[in-house]
């Protein structure tokens, strides 16, 4: 398993995942109902059945990943965070059912609209939602933590391994006696975001990452660490839920709160004025530290964009229309750049 | 089939329409705006579309509703005899609607503008409180203006540098540069306008009556309909917006000398069936001077760059500058005209 950094919204990936779902009506019998539609949403089905609608999801993970992701969820809803779904247990009590080979499980199906950070509204309502899940989740103890779900003081060692990646894939292009436009786009920006990675891995050892990583393992506290707009839905009666915890960890908070402003600067045009807005009106709810906000210099920097879609390219190599992987390619070298202006001008108001 | 719909074949279309609808289809043949299926329950429009299952279940649900809350001058889109929104053929989407008779509707007199700004008031009213069939994918564009129009000044300012620091520059680039400044200028008004006209509280107050919007209300969306009235069409790419941002593209649409007359006909008559305040016309306004047809253009050109065509792209250029000033009289109208 590789757990990403911060998570990209990924509709390929998606449907790679939805194609390897083993759809059979044997399987939805033996859950105790009969389906009358099935509906592709994302990376999930959605199921119309007999007994109402639920969310229809294959484990992905190998399963003392799910136990953690599903104590996780126990654990929101025992210190009173109701903002997250329901597993609905099989007949028989257990969480999953297998079938021929994969394991499945329920939830309940929240049916509503996605958020939209461009709405002011919704976009307070997502971090009231942050701020609250960030607190409830403290004091997790979950009975077996794998070794990748446990973020605690990691960071420098991940922001290494990446950097060694992209360093890697610079030397496998140069090898490369014919060069396509990814591989020149690639080689435009390599160097630039080696350097922003060298030099985030310098700031952030210069900044008390550590205590703060020591102070969130005494406190157990743990992320969604995929807090996308997607992954937030508004039902139409004013409900809020945090869905798809698939890729939860224990880490410090500011790793979901920086992925969340990183995710609205792409839409705003790296706009520092609602950077600001998001950490005051997460501020409001859940006070922020000084220190806490010097961590976030560094996770800007670092390029996890680049790194990851170069990553996907050259050595996971996904069977991705190569079209798709040059616009890509480009937006995401290009943040290399518009990037630094942001964090200069952050870096001022901070 | 021709034209556009030429991959179809006609009588595999009319044994899937006839199985999935239980119609008996008569005759077929292709419009400029789809496929008539003349039925045994009368003549049909089968129209292709992009959207996937759960955003036509969204506009399904969202026609129906406006429909069943009185108002009857659109043309649901039907359902199969299992309940779906939409058929699929050879992979790809068509949904069946009613077929209406009649020509795009002419606003060219004060009487006329005002029949269509009445219908859109009467549209609106009955799209409150719109909660979609579950499953629906919902399009949303509650909020967003505002942020919208600060980041796409912010790309075009970006662009401008870009330009500037060009040695030699093209004939696009000079057209942009001659005008950048008075749209960024107006980006910015329209920005500052929505901030201080209570754009987010006609946010919320619209978030919380759920209010369903046309999303596309303009010309080619009006039909004539009875002896004096109209017909509203393309309502599939309804959104839950705010209720100005339709009557911006009203009033926008209107075309002749007497643009101003027209939109204050439509917006008096809008008024009377749902009252407008200051606040919705100053917002009103904040759309029409937004230059949104420069910056699409100006993103094709110097950001996308997908397609990029650089004869066809400068024409489209000088366009959308002559079109955006084609709406300073309807803007006029919005100063002095109440």
């Not at chain 1, 030397?171 to 080689?187: H, T």
């Not at chain 1, 210069?206 to 743990?222: G, I, P």
């Not at chain 1, 705003?268 to 220190?291: F, G, Q």
């Not at chain 2, 509703?65 to 043309?75: C, L, T």
Request: glycine share 6%; net charge negative.
């Amino acid at each position: 398993m590789r757990m990403e950094l911060f998570m990209e919204e990924n509709r390929q990936s998606d449907r790679e995942f939805l194609g390897g779902y083993n759809l059979d009506v044997k399987l939805f019998e033996a859950m105790g109902f009969k389906v009358k539609q099935i509906i592709p949403v994302r990376s999930v089905y959605r199921i119309v059945t007999d007994k109402g609608f639920y969310c229809l999801k294959r484990l992905r993970f190998p399963m003392e990943d799910m136990d953690f992701i599903f104590s996780a969820l126990e654990h929101l809803k025992g210190k009173g965070f109701n903002n997250a779904y329901d597993i609905v247990k099989q007949e028989n009590g257990d969480d999953f059912i297998s079938f021929k080979g994969d394991k499945y499980f329920l939830t309940q199906w929240i049916d509503g609209r996605e958020c939209d950070f461009m709405n002011p509204m919704d976009l307070d309502a997502a971090i009231e939602v942050l701020a609250r899940l960030h607190n409830a989740s403290e004091g997790f103890a979950p009975v077996v933590c794998p070794p990748d779900r446990c973020w605690y003081g990691k960071w420098p060692e991940y922001f290494n391994d990446r950097i060694e990646e992209m360093k890697q894939m610079k030397e496998q292009v140069l090898e490369k006696p014919e060069k396509s436009e990814i591989d020149r786009i690639y080689l435009d920006y390599a160097d630039m975001c080696i350097n922003d990675g060298e030099e985030a891995l310098q700031i952030l050892s210069k900044t008390d990452y550590r205590s703060l990583s020591e102070e969130a393992a005494v406190k157990k506290s743990f992320i969604h660490h995929d807090f996308a707009h997607h992954n937030i839905i508004h039902t139409f009666d004013g409900r809020i839920y945090a869905v798809d915890f698939d890729y939860c960890i224990m880490d410090i908070r500011m790793h979901d709160v920086g992925s969340l402003i990183l995710r609205n600067m792409k839409k705003s045009n790296w706009d520092t004025d609602k950077a600001m807005d998001i950490l005051e009106s997460y501020d409001r709810r859940n006070p922020v530290s000084s220190t806490e906000l010097k961590v976030l210099v560094p996770f800007f920097l670092f390029p996890q964009d680049f790194w990851m879609i170069s990553r996907q390219y050259y050595i996971e190599r996904k069977d991705w229309d190569e079209e798709d992987f040059t616009d890509k390619m480009s937006t995401k070298s290009e943040y290399t750049l518009v990037r630094r202006k942001f964090i200069e001008e952050f870096e001022k108001r901070i | 089939m021709s034209g556009g719909y030429e991959k179809l074949k006609r009588h595999d279309l009319k044994l899937l329409i006839e199985n999935l609808y239980g119609l008996e289809v008569r005759n077929m043949q292709e419009g400029d705006r789809g496929i008539l299926v003349y039925t045994d329950r009368g003549i049909k429009r089968l129209k292709g579309t992009e959207s996937d299952e759960a955003k036509i279940l969204f506009s399904a649900s969202a026609y129906e509703h406006v429909y069943n809350n009185g108002f009857r001058q659109i043309s649901c889109i039907n359902r199969t005899l299992n309940g779906s929104c939409h058929m699929k053929y050879d992979k790809n989407n068509y949904i069946l609607q009613d077929f209406t008779k009649g020509r795009v509707y002419e606003a060219n007199t004060a009487e006329a503008a005002a029949v269509a700004g009445k219908a859109l008031a009467e549209l609106h009213k009955a799209g409150e409180y719109f909660i979609p069939a579950p499953g629906s994918r919902a399009r949303v564009d509650w909020g967003k203006w505002m942020e919208k129009f600060k980041a796409n000044s912010i790309s075009l300012k970006k662009y401008k540098e870009l330009i500037c620091l060009k040695e030699k520059k093209s004939e696009i680039d000079k057209l942009f540069l001659e005008n950048i400044d008075k749209f960024l200028e107006k980006m910015q008004y329209a920005h500052g306008l929505l901030k201080e006209s209570g754009y987010l509280d006609k946010v919320r107050q619209s978030m919380s009556c759920n209010q369903i919007t046309h999303g596309e209300f303009k010309k080619h969306a009006i039909f004539e309909g009875d002896p004096e009235g109209v017909f509203i069409t393309n309502f599939e790419e309804c959104s839950y917006d705010i209720c100005e941002f339709d009557i911006a593209t009203l009033l926008e649409s209107f075309s002749g000398k007497n643009k101003d007359e027209l939109a204050a006909a439509a917006a008096e008559a809008y008024s009377d069936v749902k009252p407008l305040d200051e606040g919705s016309m100053k917002i009103i306004k904040a759309f029409l001077i937004y230059p949104k047809r420069f910056f699409k253009v100006s993103e094709s050109i110097y950001g996308r760059r997908k397609n990029y065509n650089e004869i066809e792209l400068a024409q489209k250029l000088a366009r959308s500058i002559k079109r955006e000033k084609k709406k300073e009289e309807v803007i006029r109208f919005l100063d002095f005209g109440r």
